[in-house]
């Protein structure tokens, strides 16, 4: 096993194991609950098979629908924001990702938010339309997705922002 399997590995058990014990309980005004460990998908290696970053996502969503008892949301939603990734570096990161001459967590950059929101905004609006799943609450849904994608962002960077101050 090499680093940065076991840097993953750490990953993915730590944030599946703060969002079941602490980031699930939290909802403020009823409506808002952060989800950072998508943090996960959104960190995994460029240059890994991108058919594990799949499998890998599922088994994220999976377990954290186990938890929750959410009937497959979270594990639709890490699938689609798993398969939208690549695309997704692309149009944020361009020709630095297409050359792999970048690290995604290197430096707080335009290029980084722009990765983060989009993906947290994929991910959260899969999440809460299948949750609810009845566009009669279409106002609702945006509320959520709104207010819980600014939340989970603010976690995201924060969470970058302190692995950062860690590796110097």
Known sequence: M??????NATRFILLVFFQVTIFNNI????????????????????????HLAIIFSFMLGLILDLFNNSGGVH???????????????KMAFGYSYEFH???????FSSELVTYIVLGVLIHHTILFSLEVF???????????????????????????GLIKSTRK
């Open 2 to 7: 090499n680093n940065t399997t076991i840097l």
């Open 27 to 50: 909802h403020f005004w009823g409506i808002v609950t952060p989800y950072p460990y998508i943090l996960f998908i959104l960190l995994y290696p460029l240059n890994t098979n991108k």
């Open 75 to 89: 594990a639709t939603a890490c699938i689609t924001l798993a398969l939208f990734r690549e695309n997704l570096l």
């Open 101 to 107: 001459m970048m690290r995604i967590t290197d430096k």
């Open 134 to 160: 009845n566009f009669s609450f279409i106002l609702q849904i945006l509320l959520q997705i709104i207010t819980s994608s600014f939340f989970t962002i603010l976690l995201i960077l924060l969470i970058i």
